[in-house]
């Protein structure tokens, strides 16, 4: 049998770019995180301490979007290696960060990294 636990849609506001405009105005990011885990054990038992916490997830990805990046690599790196250590248990762990609207000289929904072990 195989589990997976998605958060998705984690929307957080930071000021990450290569342009000084980016480090005063910042913009809007998305972030989705999927985890292969056995949750077996959290389902049997609705112990909360035997899965993976969305809480703890999002804080994660909170503190390290507060640290200023120049690319959204370096930042996406730093979450991915913070839910690794978190969250030893998880098989796989695949990471999408989504700049929305990315300063360029052209209509672009969003740009994004995907991070996938």
């Known amino acids: 049998m ?11 506001y930071a000021f990450h770019g290569c ?12 972030i989705h995180v999927s985890f292969e885990t056995d949750f077996t054990q959290a389902a049997e038992s609705d112990d909360l301490k035997k899965t993976i ?15 200023r990046s ?4 370096h930042v996406g790196l730093r979450i991915f290696k913070s839910l690794r250590k978190k969250f030893p248990e998880a098989k796989k762990i695949h990471l999408k960060l989504a700049k ?18």
Do not use: T
């Not at 998605?6 to 929307?11: A, D, H, K, Q, S």
């Not at 120049?70 to 690599?73: A, R, S, T, V, Y």
């Not at 929305?100 to 072990?117: M, R, T, Y």
């Open 19 to 30: 342009l000084p405009e980016e480090e005063k105005i910042g913009c809007d990011y998305i």
């Open 70 to 73: 120049k690319l959204i690599e």
């Open 100 to 117: 929305l609207l990315p300063p360029v000289n052209g209509a672009v929904d969003s740009s994004s990294i995907e991070i996938i072990d």
């Open 53 to 67: 916490d969305y809480c703890e997830v999002f804080e994660i990805c909170k503190a390290e979007m507060a640290i």
């Open 2 to 12: 195989q589990h997976k636990i998605n958060i998705e849609g984690i929307r957080l």
